[in-house]
């Protein structure tokens, strides 16, 4: 699915459910159109480097889907990264990709973290619950959303 049908389910049916997970959070259609709207406009406000390339270092979770819809409405390429990696591995991937963001979640944020030492890269937690974490929030803070080209 691409981001533009997203925003098109969230306009027709706000209320139906996008995301629904038993073990790690649900979102209806606005929830997550309006959560990818915010986190894509700080993607773009963020100084990515020319790359433009965000590295995503996460389980499937919801907000690993929100990661990569905001950055494909961001004007960034999100780089899913295995999260059975090491750091090692992970590093070459931060330095060959050129990546000065990356998000990671709880089980992977350790080895991202070490994988990143030293380097130009921002690591964001994303919560392994839901859309919605503290640190993901700061990151986003009070930016203005997103507003979508037609």
């Known amino acids: 699915m691409t981001t533009l049908p997203l925003l098109a389910r969230a306009e027709h049916e706000p209320d139906e459910w996008a995301i629904r997970s038993d073990n790690h959070g649900s979102a209806t259609w606005s929830t997550l159109a309006d959560a ?3 986190l ?5 406000a963020f100084d990515l480097g020319n790359s433009r390339r965000v590295l995503v270092v996460a389980r499937n979770r919801p ?4 990661v990569h819809a905001a950055a494909a409405l961001g004007e960034a390429c999100s780089v ?3 999260f059975h990696l ?3 591995e992970i590093a070459y991937i931060a330095e060959e990709s ?9 089980t ?9 030492a030293g380097a130009d890269v921002t690591v964001v937690s994303l919560p392994d619950d839901g859309l919605a974490g503290a ?3 700061a990151f986003v803070g009070d930016r203005q959303p997103l507003t979508p080209r037609p």
Not at 63 to 66: D, E, F, I, M
Not at 98 to 106: K, N, S, T, W
């Open 63 to 66: 907000s690993t889907l929100l």
């Open 80 to 82: 899913p990264v295995n």
């Open 108 to 116: 992977t944020r350790e080895a991202t973290v070490d994988a990143v």
């Open 135 to 137: 640190e993901l929030d």
């Open 86 to 88: 090491t750091a090692g």
């Open 98 to 106: 050129g990546a000065r963001l990356a998000f990671a979640d709880g």
């Open 36 to 38: 990818t709207l915010r």
């Open 40 to 44: 894509a406009g700080a993607l773009k």
